[in-house]
């Protein structure tokens, strides 16, 4: 790539997001930005349950998520290369619960904000029950929500024209390789070399053989023979 990537996770909650983000941090070196939804929540001192019962309180809280978002990607983007675990999936819940939807797709930034994206890798990671895990932020363990949220973050991509790489599959590794044969082809090498596990294998088996190795005594002829008096 000629510039440092963008590299976008998004999706519905609960779908392992957070988790392949921070294997790419790890795996790549490239810094991480911290999901911006919590801190939010806690400075305005809200449940989520109290969210889904007041809509303003909602397009309050997604309107600062979104700009936060904006300007975290932005900050980031300027010391290099950023991995993100959600762009624009708040505008998903914002749809589902609020009533700003309608303002935020007319606001210029929107479409500034959705030009970054689209010159990103968008890893678009998608749901299956046997993730569903409460994370004290978005909708309950409800898996037809899940899907509901799914259904508009994939509307939002299509809608905004941006190319995105699905994740459909349940395992870890076939989600981990998928990204690495991703990055690969974009240039992006890992920072941390293959992990060689049979080389620690050897070594202790090498020690093993240079250890000495105890034999049971055997016993001589005399000791055999019984003495006679």
């Given amino acids: 790539m000629d510039r440092p990537p963008r590299i976008y996770l998004v999706g519905a909650h609960s779908t392992g997001k957070t988790t392949l983000a921070r294997w790419i941090r790890d795996r ?27 809509v303003d309180l909602v397009n309050r809280y997604q309107a600062e998520v979104f700009l936060r978002q904006a300007r975290a990607e932005a900050e980031a983007e300027q010391q290099g290369a950023f991995v ?11 749809a589902q619960h609020g009533t700003i939807l309608a303002e935020v797709a007319r606001d210029p930034r929107l479409a500034a904000y959705m030009e970054g994206v689209r010159r990103g ?14 994370d004290g932020v978005r ?40 990204i690495e044969t991703v990055l690969g082809l974009a240039g992006v090498e890992p920072q941390q070399g293959q992990r060689r596990y049979l080389q620690g294998a050897e070594r202790q088996a090498a020690a093993n053989l240079r250890e000495p190795v105890l034999r049971e005594p055997v016993l001589g002829q005399d000791e055999l023979v019984p003495h006679r008096s």
């Fill in 121 to 134: 890798l968008v890893f678009f990671v998608r749901p299956h029950q046997r993730l569903l895990q409460a």
């Fill in 139 to 178: 909708e309950a363990l409800d898996w037809e929500e899940v899907v509901r949220i799914d259904g508009m973050v994939k509307l939002l991509l299509e809608f905004f024209g941006v190319p995105y790489i699905p994740l459909a599959s349940l395992s870890m590794q076939e989600r981990q390789r998928s």
């Fill in 28 to 54: 790549y070196g490239i810094p991480m930005i911290s999901e911006v939804a919590r801190g939010v929540l806690a400075e305005m001192e809200a449940q989520v349950d109290r969210l889904r019962a007041d």
């Fill in 84 to 94: 993100s675990d959600r762009a624009f999936c708040n505008l998903a819940y914002a």
